[in-house]
C-alpha cells in the first residue's frame, strides 16, 4: 500500500477539475513533437506555458503565447492574472524587433476590444508579424472572430484551430460561463467504500486522507468560489481556506445555502482567519439578520424559495455575474442531490477511503429519493481512477438523463430531496 504521505509533486499530476486542470502544471519544458507538424509543436508549448497561470486568471480564460522568427522561439508569454498584460502583449515585449516577419502561436484568438488593457490586435499588426497561428476563437462575444477578421484584414496570415481541443479543454468554466451564464460546477465527496459521508451523529472527520486532502485544497485554490450547506456549518464548523496550496486574495468565495438564516455569527468561515468574502444565499428577509452578519463580513443574497429552498441555479447565474466561473460544491448530502437534481454539477469527484461506516441513519452522498429506475440515473463518463494514499478517487463527468422523462425524473428527486430534515445538531466546537 502506498504511504499516506504522496509527495505533492505527485498530486500536481491529476490537479483537478475540468479534464485539462489535472494535467500537471510544471511539466517538461520541451513538449513531445514525434508526430505533430511543427505548428503543433509550437501550439503545445503555448498551451503548456498558459496552465502556469491555472486558477489565477479568472474572469479572464488562460492564454499563452509563442513568438517563432526562422525557426527560433525569439519571444514567450503568458496570462498571469486579470489585469495583468495579455499572452501576446508579453511575448510581442520579450520578442521586441524579433517579431518582424515571424509568427505568432497563440492559444485563443488575439483580442480587438479595449478592456482593462489595450487592444492585442493593435500591438501585433504594429509589430510586423506576418503569421498568426490561433488554436480557438475566443467565445467573449466582444471578440468570437472579430480579432482574426482585424487581423487578416490589416493583410497577415492567420490559421486556426491547431491542438483547438486541448485549448477548449483549457480553459473550460470560462467558455461555459461566457456562453451559457452559468458556471462550470464540481461536486467533491469524501466518502467510506460504504457511501456514507458521515456517521449517524454526523462525525465526518477524517473518512478521507491526508492524500486526499492535500488535492482536495488544491482544488480549492483553483475555483472561484466553494458552496456547501447549512447544516456542514452547523455540524462541522469547517473555515473553507485554503491550506498547503498557493492562495489567491479573495478567492475562493464562500457560499453557504441557507433558506433560513440560520448561520451562527461565530462560524469559523465567518471568522478573520477566513479572509476570503462569505455569501449567504437565504429565502427570508431579515434585516436584523442580515445586519448581524454584515458585521461579521458576510453578505446575504436573498433568493424567491423553490420549494422551500435556495435555488441553486439561480444562484449560480447571480454568482457568474459577480465573476465566478468554477464552483466547488463540498456538501453535505443534501446539496450535493439538489445539486445534481437542478442539473448544475458538470463534473464530480469521489474520495474513496477504505473504511466501512454502515447504519441506515449515517448521510450518504447524495440525499434525496434517487432514480426510481436504472434507466434513469444519473450516468458518469469519462471517468478516471486513481490510488490517492490509501483512497481511491475517482473523477467523471456527469451526464444527466435526456428527454421530457429525465427531466421530470430530475424535478421529482429535487421534490423528494427537500423532505423535512430532523432538526440540526447544535454547532460543535471547530477543528
Ligand atoms: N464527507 C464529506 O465529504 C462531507 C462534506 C460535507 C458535509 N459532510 C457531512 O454531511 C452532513 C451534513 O449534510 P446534510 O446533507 O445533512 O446537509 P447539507 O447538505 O450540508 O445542508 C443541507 C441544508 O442546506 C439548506 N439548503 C438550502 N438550499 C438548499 C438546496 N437547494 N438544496 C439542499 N439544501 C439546501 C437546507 O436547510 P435549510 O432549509 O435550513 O436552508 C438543507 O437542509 C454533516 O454530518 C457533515 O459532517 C460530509
Ligand atoms: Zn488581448
Not at 447504519?359 to 447524495?366: H, Q, V
Not at 422523462?405 to 432538526?423: D, E, F, M, N
Request: charged residues 25%; hydrophobic residues 35%.
Amino acid at each position: 500500500m502506498e504511504s499516506h504521505r504522496t509527495p505533492l509533486s505527485r498530486l500536481g499530476r491529476f490537479t483537478g477539475l475540468p479534464v485539462e486542470w489535472r494535467r500537471n502544471v510544471n511539466g517538461p519544458t520541451v513538449p513531445r513533437t514525434n508526430g505533430i507538424n511543427r505548428d503543433e509543436r509550437y501550439m503545445a508549448r503555448a498551451l503548456q506555458i498558459a496552465r502556469r497561470a491555472l486558477g489565477r486568471t479568472s474572469p479572464n480564460p488562460m492564454v499563452g503565447a509563442v513568438i517563432v522568427n526562422r525557426g527560433r522561439v525569439v519571444g514567450e508569454g503568458y496570462h498571469r492574472s486579470a489585469g495583468a498584460p495579455h499572452a501576446e502583449v508579453e511575448a510581442l515585449r520579450k520578442a521586441r524587433e524579433r517579431s518582424r516577419g515571424g509568427t505568432l502561436y497563440v492559444t485563443l484568438e488575439p483580442c480587438n476590444h479595449t478592456g482593462r488593457t489595450p487592444p492585442c490586435c493593435d500591438a501585433i499588426i504594429a509589430s510586423g508579424l506576418s503569421r498568426v497561428v490561433a488554436a480557438a476563437k475566443d467565445p467573449n462575444p466582444l471578440t468570437n472572430g472579430r480579432g482574426l477578421a482585424r487581423l487578416r484584414q490589416a493583410g497577415i496570415e492567420v490559421i486556426t484551430g491547431v491542438l483547438e481541443r486541448a485549448s477548449l479543454r483549457l480553459n473550460e468554466p470560462f467558455r461555459k460561463a461566457i456562453t451559457s451564464g452559468m458556471p462550470f460546477v464540481v461536486a467533491k465527496v469524501g466518502q467510506s467504500l460504504d457511501g456514507k459521508i458521515a456517521t449517524a451523529s454526523g462525525q465526518s472527520r477524517w473518512i478521507s486522507s491526508l492524500a486526499s486532502r492535500r488535492l482536495a485544497h488544491q482544488w480549492r485554490s483553483r475555483v472561484d468560489a466553494i458552496l456547501i450547506g447549512i447544516n456542514t456549518v452547523l455540524q462541522d464548523d469547517p473555515l473553507l481556506t485554503v491550506r498547503g496550496a498557493p492562495r489567491r486574495s479573495g478567492r475562493p468565495i464562500k457560499v453557504i445555502v441557507d433558506s433560513r438564516l440560520r448561520t451562527p455569527t461565530t462560524a469559523r468561515c465567518l471568522s478573520s482567519r477566513s479572509p476570503a468574502p462569505t455569501l449567504i444565499a437565504t429565502t427570508v428577509r431579515s434585516e436584523t439578520k442580515r445586519r448581524m452578519l454584515a458585521r461579521c463580513g458576510a453578505e446575504v443574497l436573498e433568493f424567491p424559495a423553490r420549494q422551500g429552498r435556495v435555488p441553486l441555479r439561480r444562484l449560480c447565474r447571480r454568482l457568474v455575474r459577480r465573476g465566478v466561473q468554477s464552483i466547488l460544491v463540498e456538501g453535505g448530502g443534501e446539496v450535493l442531490a439538489s445539486a445534481l437534481a437542478e442539473r448544475i454539477v458538470d463534473r464530480i469527484a469521489f474520495f474513496i477511503a477504505p473504511i466501512l461506516i454502515g447504519g441506515r441513519a449515517a448521510p450518504t452522498s447524495f440525499s434525496g429519493s434517487g432514480a426510481s429506475h436504472l434507466s434513469r440515473a444519473i450516468r458518469l463518463t469519462d471517468v478516471t481512477y486513481r490510488r490517492l494514499g490509501p483512497d481511491l478517487c475517482v473523477e467523471a463527468r456527469v451526464v444527466y438523463p435526456t428527454g421530457a422523462r429525465g427531466r421530470r425524473q430530475g424535478a421529482r428527486v429535487l421534490q423528494k430531496s427537500r423532505a423535512p430534515r430532523p432538526a440540526p445538531r447544535a454547532p460543535r466546537a471547530g477543528r
